[in-house]
């Protein structure tokens, strides 16, 4: 039997995309207006029956690869301690693009209990460059930090290209990451907004021991098509007008949860 990742036997994860950090392109808004607005939409999410609260840098465009600076591991653990003190459900980190052993980092500081990791096993091409396999180095941190922190790994990304790796089938990669010890699996569409195929997050779900979250597109809509996967993150489908860069809208919010409850 699969391990529940978050205590329920399929979970449901609401995205707070937190705003744009100090230092990035589109900064603006001090940090403790970031952090009330991370806070408040990881209260709608509560409000609504989610499981999980997920919090990522979606803002910081252009992503660096790997490597993001000190101020913005700063500012993440700052929303992410705020967040865990205000809501109390589970919560996961992620710091585009790629910056997993930051992200692990802030997880401990705030006591998250996962991480999304982008570039797990095998190596793509995503917007910012070429992203290389990092299972055995982000582990081995894990370790030295003590880390209680589960590592959910999406496996042929989006927002990539996969050339490199076309011989290889999405379901050759998730055993490929089940064999480096993930955690947990994610699998999405082309890019943020675009549903993961069915059918593909079935295969998975199918051939892995390991908890399958669908990482993208997912709506009240179509949600029930995901009957196989063992959670759902959702962000753009439950935002104003359905965009991802606009805040939480409650009843979406709400109205999502209530289709995935019906299955």
């Known amino acids: 039997m699969k391990r529940a990742l978050f205590g329920v036997p399929r979970a449901l994860i609401g995205m707070v995309h937190v705003g744009a950090l100090p230092g990035t392109p589109a900064h603006g808004a001090p ?38 600076g000190p101020e913005i591991v700063a500012a993440m653990t700052a929303v992410g301690c705020a967040v865990r003190a205000a809501v109390d459900l589970p919560l996961g ?9 930051e992200a692990l980092a802030v997880a401990l500081a705030c006591e998250a209990r996962f991480v999304r990791v982008e ?22 941190y894990r370790r030295a930090l003590g880390a209680d922190v589960a590592v959910v790994a999406d496996i042929k990304k ?19 990451a089940e064999f480096f010890l993930a955690d947990g699996l994610i699998v999405t569409g082309t890019a943020t907004g675009h549903a ?30 995901y009957a196989a996967a063992d959670g759902v993150i959702v962000g753009s489908s439950v935002k104003v007008g359905g965009r991802w860069e606009a805040p939480v809208d409650a009843a979406r919010a709400r109205a999502f949860a209530e289709a995935f409850r019906r299955g």
């Open 158 to 176: 989006k927002h990539s290209a996969h050339a490199i790796t076309a011989d290889v089938s999405l379901v050759e990669t998730a055993h490929a």
């Open 93 to 101: 980190v992620q710091i585009l693009a790629g910056a997993n052993h």
């Open 196 to 225: 993961a195929d069915p059918a593909e997050v079935a295969a998975v779900a199918a051939a892995v021991n390991l908890p399958v979250l669908v990482g993208s597109g997912a709506s009240a809509e179509n949600v029930g098509a």
């Open 31 to 68: 940090l403790r207006t970031i952090i009330a607005q991370a806070v408040a939409e990881a209260r709608l999410y509560r409000d609504a029956g989610y499981d999980v609260v997920l919090i990522e840098n979606m803002h910081d465009r252009p992503y660096r690869k790997g490597g993001v």
């Open 119 to 140: 570039g797990f096993v095998f190596a793509h091409v995503a917007d910012e460059g070429v992203i290389e396999a990092c299972a055995a180095d982000l582990l081995r």
